[in-house]
């Protein structure tokens, strides 16, 4: 069974930094893509970046309002991937949950997993 | 950028009934298309992708159609249980950006 779990959220200052972490079981996390979303307090889902499995070099891409100040990396020996966030602001908070990138009709572009999302609260 | 945009906002339906869930692209996206489930409290779960292949253990009353711009989730007699809200999700390659729809919500009428 697929599982991913997010740890690493919590309070957090205006333009100070966090980590969160997301650790997968259940599959050969080396082998695929991962992603993270997030989610505003009553709002819909923001995409914020991915990052591709060594096999397509392992780079990342993000969305335009973290471009600059989020970056993603894995650790495959491991099986988990990270999301650091820094220069964090209000608009920043949100639950945030890591995905596993699907693959079908030769692409990859959706997201068949999902871990369960930790809570990031940007706050004085 | 394509702007994926769903309707209705809100749709109010009793158990039994059929919904019938519109998501709209900006430009054509041929049929790379995923539909999401949210429950309250939850994080989403894949429903379909492909517009019409449903993921794994997701029951045969969900019905995905559509290509180029316009697609359908079909959900043919609702359960308690599918009282939630629902995304749509595309992917651009060039700039990379996935993108989703603001959500369609199905409550209990």
């Known amino acids: 069974e697929v599982q991913l779990v997010e740890s690493g959220g919590g309070l957090v200052q205006p333009g100070r930094s966090l980590r969160l972490s997301c650790a997968a079981s259940?599959?050969?996390?080396?082998?695929?893509?991962m992603s993270w979303v997030r989610q505003a307090p009553g709002k819909g889902l923001e995409w914020v970046g991915f990052i591709r499995s060594k096999a397509f070099g392992g780079t990342t891409e993000f969305a335009a309002s973290v471009k600059g100040r989020f970056t993603i990396s894995r650790d495959d020996s491991k099986s988990i991937a990270y999301l650091q966030m820094n220069s964090l602001t209000a608009e920043d908070a949100g639950v945030y949950s890591c995905?596993?990138?699907?693959?079908?009709?030769?692409?990859?572009?959706?997201?068949?997993?999902w871990g369960q999302g930790t809570l990031v609260t940007v706050s004085s | 950028e394509i702007v994926l945009t769903q309707s209705p906002a809100t749709l109010s339906l009793s158990p039994g009934e059929r919904a019938i869930l519109s998501c709209r692209a900006s430009?054509?996206?041929?049929?790379?298309l995923a539909w999401y489930q949210q429950k309250p409290g939850q994080t989403p779960r894949l429903l379909m992708y492909d517009a019409s292949k449903r993921a794994t253990g997701i029951p045969a009353r969900f019905s995905g159609s559509g290509s180029g711009t316009d697609f359908t989730l079909t959900i043919s007699s609702l359960e308690p249980e599918d009282f939630a809200v629902y995304y749509c999700?595309?992917?651009?390659?060039?700039?990379?950006?996935?993108?989703f729809g603001p959500g369609t919500k199905v409550d209990i009428k």
């Open positions: 999700q595309q992917r651009t390659n060039w700039p990379a950006d996935f993108t």
């Open positions: 430009q054509s996206i041929s049929n790379f």
């Open positions: 995905n596993r990138v699907g693959y079908a009709s030769g692409r990859y572009y959706f997201f068949d997993h």
């Open positions: 259940g599959f050969t996390f080396g082998d695929y893509a």
